[in-house]
């Protein structure tokens, strides 16, 4: 399904090569924003300008998957206003699958690439003592985040099932916990900070990972062994947002339309 709908925008290159570029620009200014934070600064929360760019590009990488897989999810109050939900459930397939390909375009990769190539970089700049667990570890953190951000982009999507209109309301989670999660968190007051390790456990994408790779004790004050529960964390969301579909599956009622 994604690669019919690839195969649909691919029809106009010059307009995909566009967007493409747009959605890079874009996300290549939000990391300029963090080395601009960072030149002014100096430190933030003791980390420096090429361990910010690790916290933002962990951030950056796992949005950018999440909305790679599930980015159409948040059209799913459009869905149900026009009754293409109905035609969606009537298919061999699974409404999910088919709401998460909608309207798939290769564009998003314009965000997972740079995001990427930060990464590297700043691994790279960064003083990582590369023992054999943090190698191993890292792609595992990697596919943490991508699964957090993904269980998270589709719970605040299943609020449409409840009302059609909460679009925008959803955006701010997701988008949101993007903006959020680009720096440490421990510029930001405690409230908050333990509201995004134990309610909506973002800080699992960036902040955690990025302390285990460095091996820095939280300045937050946390339990360092928090550091390690990002799969477990991964597992236990997902099951979360598993349910929350189900549930607002069952409670759908039909638009009649």
Known sequence: MAWTWTRAVAQYPMALSLFTLGVTLASLAEMGAVV??????GTLAGFTVYEGLLVYALAAFSFG?????????????????????????VRPVSP??????????PRRFGRIVPALVVLVVALVMCDIDWTLERILMLPVLLA????????????????????????????????????????PIA?????????????????FVSWQPALH???????????????FLGPVVAVALALVAAQVWRFGLRRYRSTGS
């Open 36 to 41: 601009v934070v960072f030149a002014h600064a």
């Open 65 to 89: 998957a999440a909305q790679l897989l599930t980015g159409s999810v948040d059209r799913l109050g459009e869905h149900i206003r026009t009754g293409s939900f109905d035609t969606m459930l």
């Open 96 to 105: 999910l699958v088919q709401l998460a390909a909608d309207q798939f375009s």
């Open 144 to 183: 943490s985040g991508v699964v957090i951000c993904t269980s998270v982009w589709l719970i605040a999507g299943c609020l449409q099932f409840f009302a059609t209109d909460a679009r925008e309301a959803a955006n701010s989670v997701t988008y949101g916990g993007q903006a959020l999660t680009e720096y």
């Open 187 to 203: 510029i930001y007051g405690r409230g908050l900070v333990r509201s995004v390790t134990y309610v909506v456990p973002l800080a």
């Open 213 to 227: 790779l460095l091996d820095r004790p939280d300045p937050t004050g946390l339990p360092g062994f928090l550091r």
